[in-house]
């Protein structure tokens, strides 16, 4: 099987990839969009990423280096990701060029998610819902514990909840940041009409 045109050899792994195995799809083919789509239909079985995000094609590398690791490689497919003699194509630099777009946005995402940790939140049938910060919320261990703030990021609809540092100030003034009502500015904890 091949995942952007690398071959490997899958005899090991026969009761997945051979007759009546779940993944017999991916043998003998390279059907590298099915990966990260989960489309196993016969339209799904191509190796054109077109279309795909920057973190869709880090999953598929994420493939490849599952099976770099497991199954030993056995040459490149001609055809859209190497040439005749065995060269890259414009293609694969292209998917190379995703790759390192969407390392770039998974390293930003991270670092955000260190500044700005996720609130911890938990909902009542009684008294509503609350967001309210620790010094471990959003899977972060930290020095601080902050204050809960409302975060609306580009593109995605609503709003959720973060704990910012209350001595950042370029945090406290950030435009994609906004206190909730009714609590007041430093509260470390507050109720919500929703989660
Ligand atoms: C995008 C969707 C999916 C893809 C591309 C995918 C792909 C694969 C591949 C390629 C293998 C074989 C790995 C190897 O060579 O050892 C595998 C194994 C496995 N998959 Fe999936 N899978 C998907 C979704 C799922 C889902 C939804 C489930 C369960 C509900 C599942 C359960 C399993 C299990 C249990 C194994 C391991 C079987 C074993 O080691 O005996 N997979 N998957």
Known sequence: MSVMGQVFDVSKGRKHYGPGGGYNVFAGTDASRAFVTGDFSESGQTDDLSGLSPTQIVALYD?????????????????????????????LRQVEEMLAEGLRQ????????KRFPSCNSAWSADSGGRVWCSTKSGGVQRS???????????????SRCVCV???????????????????????ESCSVKSL
């Open 144 to 158: 601080w514990v902050g204050v809960p703030r409302k975060l609306f990021t580009p593109g995605s609809s609503g």
């Open 63 to 91: 493939w490849l280096a599952f099976y770099q690791k497991d199954y030993p490689p056995v040459g490149r497919l001609i055809g859209r990701y190497y040439s005749e003699n065995g060269e890259p194509t414009a293609a």
């Open 165 to 187: 540092q209350s001595d950042d100030p370029a945090a406290l003034t950030n435009p994609a940041l906004q206190e909730y009502e009714d609590c007041p500015s430093f509260a």
């Open 106 to 113: 998974k390293a930003q995402a991270q670092a955000e998610s």
